[in-house]
């Protein structure tokens, strides 16, 4: 699953792995890019 959704975002599987296992902060591009890939809405909230 990983290296399909890598290939459609066109990075790397490792890329992928990171974001999954919160070893890297993804920008708001890449989660605009992600979000179009897996055909879903970004939603971003401030809480506090």
Known sequence: ?????AEKLNT???VISRVENAKTVPSLTFLKR???ALNA??????KY
Do not use: R, V
């Open 34 to 36: 992600l979000a179009k």
């Open 1 to 5: 699953m990983q290296k399909k959704l």
């Open 12 to 14: 790397k599987q490792s």
């Open 41 to 46: 809405s970004l939603q971003i909230q401030f």
